[in-house]
């Protein structure tokens, strides 16, 4: 599974359709919507979390610019603070991607930036707040 974080920006000549839908039904991804301003007749901007096959997510990609949605990737900085992770393994259970898993048999908690899709739940549960997830929140 493939999943990033995406600012899409609707012009008026396809704010009103059902871009996503589309997504969804023809490219079979799914979506968390984060974002979204929507105004009809003149423009909209979302910002999701996109997540499907590679393959389907390429083509879904090509699909959103070829209707003429502007797409930018949202830039992420994901970092795990060594010193003060003291291993429980709570952010473990509320990773959606498998990012943050504990390796067996020597019961560490393991980090692989290249699955995390940002989404801070681990920064929330993390009680030594050793998770720093940052989001380039200039593109939102």
């Known amino acids: 599974m493939h999943t990033e974080m995406l600012v899409m920006r ?3 000549e ?10 969804v039904k023809d490219y079979d991804l799914e979506f968390n919507l984060l974002k979204a301003t929507i105004y009809p007749q003149k423009e909209g901007i979302i910002v999701m979390e996109l997540k499907g096959h590679p393959t389907n997510f390429r083509k879904g990609l090509k699909y959103l610019r070829d209707s003429k949605v502007q797409v930018k990737r949202v830039a992420r900085q994901v ?28 019961m ?28 380039d929140r200039s593109a939102l």
Not at 14 to 23: A, F, N
Not at 80 to 91: F, K, P
């Open 79 to 106: 970092r795990r603070n060594e010193e003060r992770c003291y291993q429980c393994g709570t952010c473990t259970a509320v990773c959606p991607t498998g990012a943050l898993y504990v390796e067996r048999p020597e």
């Open 14 to 23: 396809v704010v009103d359709k059902p871009i996503i839908y589309r997504l």
């Open 108 to 135: 560490s908690v393991a980090f692989e930036a290249g699955k995390c899709s940002a989404c801070e739940l681990c920064c929330v549960v993390c009680p030594a707040k050793a998770m720093e997830v940052r989001l």
């Open 10 to 12: 609707f012009g008026r």
